[in-house]
C-alpha cells in the first residue's frame, strides 16, 4: 500500500497564477483533510472531506477551494495564488472517529507534503 | 477556544541523553491527545495516542504521559539517538469537534552524537 501520497511534492508560483495539488490515499478512508504548515505554527485545517462527493470548510479556508469527487482522491485548488499561501501543505486522511468502551480513535495518515512558493 | 502549545521550540542534546518534550492544552474537554513526528520533506508519524482516561502510553524507548486535568503531557525520549532528531509535534482531539485535530507548533529536536 502506497498509504497517502501528494503531487506535486514542489511548486513555484507567480502572484495569480492559479494550480491544483493532488492527494490521493488507498486506504479507504471516508474522511480526507488538507492542513497547510507554517514557521512557528501548528498545523492549521483548510477544507476537509467525510465522503465521497462532501467537502466542508476548516480553520483557514479562504483562497482555496476543494473537490472529492472520488473517495480516494482530494484534490486543493489556488484560483489565483497570493504570496501569503506560500507554505507546506499536507494532505491527510482518516476513518471516522470511533469509540471502543472509554477510548476513541482517530489516527490520521498524513503525506509527504507539498512545498509551495508564491512568488 | 482550545490552543496547545509546545515548549521549547527547539532542543539539543548529546546523544545517549534522557529527555522531556512538553506540550499543554488549555481545554481539558479532549478525547485523546496524539505525539507524532516529523522528518524533513515527509509527512507526520503518529507515535503515541493517548486516550483521556489513560495517564501514559509506552512504546520502545518513548514514554508519553497525561495529566488532563492540568492540561499537560511530556514525552519521554530514553537513550536519545541521532537517528531520534525531527520535529515532535502533539494534538489533541477537542470533543466539540467530530473531525478536527488541534496542533502545537512543534519541538525540532537534534541529537548531537
Known amino acids: 500500500n502506497a498509504g497517502v501520497t501528494q503531487t506535486p511534492k514542489f511548486r513555484v508560483l507567480k502572484t495569480g497564477q492559479s494550480m491544483t495539488l493532488l492527494c490521493a490515499q488507498d486506504?479507504?478512508?471516508?474522511?480526507m483533510y488538507w492542513y497547510r504548515q507554517d514557521p512557528g505554527m501548528g498545523l492549521r485545517l483548510i477544507h476537509y472531506?467525510?465522503?465521497?462527493?462532501?467537502?466542508a470548510k476548516g480553520e483557514v479556508p479562504d483562497g482555496y477551494n476543494v473537490s472529492r469527487l472520488k473517495k480516494q482522491n482530494f484534490l486543493l485548488g489556488l484560483e489565483s495564488a497570493a504570496p501569503s499561501q506560500t507554505s507546506v501543505y499536507f494532505c491527510?486522511?482518516?476513518?471516522?472517529?470511533?469509540?471502543?468502551?472509554?477510548?476513541?480513535?482517530?489516527?490520521?495518515?498524513f503525506g509527504p507534503g507539498t512545498r509551495l512558493t508564491v512568488l | 477556544k482550545q490552543e496547545v502549545t509546545q515548549i521549547p521550540a527547539a532542543l539539543s542534546v548529546p546523544e545517549g541523553e534522557n529527555l522531556v518534550l512538553n506540550c499543554s492544552f488549555t481545554?481539558?474537554?479532549?478525547?485523546?491527545l496524539q505525539w507524532f513526528r516529523q522528518d524533513p520533506g515527509k509527512g507526520l508519524t503518529s507515535l503515541l495516542l493517548?486516550?483521556?482516561s489513560q495517564r501514559e502510553q509506552t512504546s520502545g524507548r518513548l514514554n508519553a504521559s497525561l495529566d488532563k486535568s492540568s492540561g499537560r503531557s511530556t514525552l519521554y525520549i530514553a537513550a536519545s539517538q541521532p537517528g531520534d532528531s525531527a520535529t515532535y509535534l502533539c494534538?489533541?482531539?477537542?470533543?466539540?469537534?467530530?473531525?478536527?485535530?488541534?496542533w502545537g507548533a512543534g519541538t525540532k529536536l537534534i541529537i548531537k552524537p
Open positions: 494534538a489533541v482531539s477537542p470533543k466539540d469537534s467530530n473531525y478536527q485535530l488541534i
Open positions: 486506504m479507504n478512508h471516508e474522511y
Open positions: 493517548i486516550q483521556s
Open positions: 472531506s467525510v465522503g465521497e462527493g462532501t467537502t
Open positions: 491527510a486522511s482518516s476513518f471516522p472517529r470511533r469509540t471502543s468502551g472509554r477510548a476513541t480513535y482517530n489516527e490520521q495518515f
Open positions: 481545554d481539558s474537554a479532549i478525547y485523546n
